[in-house]
């Protein structure tokens, strides 16, 4: 079988966009499909059983997941714009070099082990983050997701059909994840908690409650050269006020916000806009705190609208509640990790937090020495990597061969 180092290096080239070395893996597309069509063969090459779920999720069988108290390992390839290698792929990656391991170690499975590449996780095309995850647990509808369109106009049926996927039967996936034993997401670390601490792995005690949304600024178009100022409706000002309200309150407060997309109509050099339409993504520590800076930057941004003869409407596009992984899981990976690995809580989403209400649900956490992270600057040494592959191994060893 290629070793964990021979699969990264057949992997990393697909969706790699020159000049900025970034990936372009957004759901559905050519590098997606291609990276859907890798993970196919390597479950194949491995003998496992193969199967896509409902929702376009990729899973892998050793063992009949119809036995039950199944032990699932896995993550995403799919990537936000410009994106670093390891967001995502890591996971999957090491879960097919960990399988490896089990096997070299002669170690006999007592319970089902399965990979899955998660469909959609980063939301990059559509909005919304987590989709595949997010359908299988009941907490995004079939209507919801029939309602997504990209940049193009392009719906998510639309775009799951040219890529060959069947979307007629997006939904609830109970049974699939009833049959889940224990889900264990590896990640690169997003920060540089585990660097600072001299760590090569971690794992996650909990998930900030997440969301986002989107705040849309009507003002009026309107020549750049004629119009005085005195009579402009110019709702670039409303938005940038809000930016900065956004920055203020995650100041004030210790949460996040972050306006990293915004499109502008009509969008010449020579016209004042007559649409601005940010997306605020905001997180933090708890929900009274997420709450309250939200309501603090809708406020600062409705009042800049005003005075702007500007009209404001936001619209809540995704949330995430707190996620606490199941503490006995994560007592039990200590375990099997010897005891002293760091615990730590991260303000990033993962399928993982959105499986923890339906499977329990553990991760493991690879150092990241620059600590950026969707960008190109992420980073793992290869030797943290092959840690991490191997901590997962011990980890599939001890949930799973009892
Ligand atoms: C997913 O990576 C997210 O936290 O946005
Ligand atoms: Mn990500
Ligand atoms: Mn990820
Ligand atoms: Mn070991």
Partial sequence: MPTFTEMWRDLTPIGRHTPTNGYRRYAWTGADTDCRAWFREQTLARGLRYETDRNGNQWAWLGDPADGDAVVTGSHLDSVPDGGAFDGPLGVVSALAALDGLRARGARPTRPLG?????????????????????????????????????????????????GQDPTDLGPDPERL??????????????????????????????????????????????????????????????AETVLAARREAELTGALATFGKVAVEPGGVNAIPSLVRGWLDARAADQETLDTVVAAIRRAAE??????????????????????????????????????????????????????ASVPTAMIFVRNPTGVSHSPAESATEDDCLAGVHALTDVLEGLACR
């Fill in 115 to 163: 990979i899955a590449n998660f469909s959609d996780e980063e939301g990059a095309r559509f909005g919304l983050a987590c989709v595949g995850s997010r359908l299988s647990a009941g907490r995004l509808t079939r209507e919801q997701a029939y309602a997504l369109t990209d940049a193009d106009g392009v719906t998510l049926p639309e775009a799951m059909e040219a890529a």
């Fill in 178 to 239: 009833a049959r889940i034993g224990a889900f264990v997401e590896l990640h690169v670390e997003q920060g540089r908690a585990l660097d600072l601490g001299g760590h090569p792995v971690g794992i996650a005690s909990a998930i900030w409650p997440h969301g986002r949304w989107r705040f849309d600024f009507a003002g009026e178009a309107n020549h750049a050269g004629t119009t005085r100022i005195a009579d402009r409706r110019d709702p670039m000002l409303s938005y």
């Fill in 303 to 356: 009042e800049r609208a005003r005075r702007d003869g500007v009209d404001l409407a936001v619209v809540r596009e995704s949330f995430t509640p707190v996620v606490e992984f199941e503490h006995a899981l994560r007592d039990e990976l200590n375990r099997i990790l010897g005891g002293a690995v760091p615990v730590l809580g991260t303000g990033a989403g993962h399928d993982a937090g959105i499986l923890s």
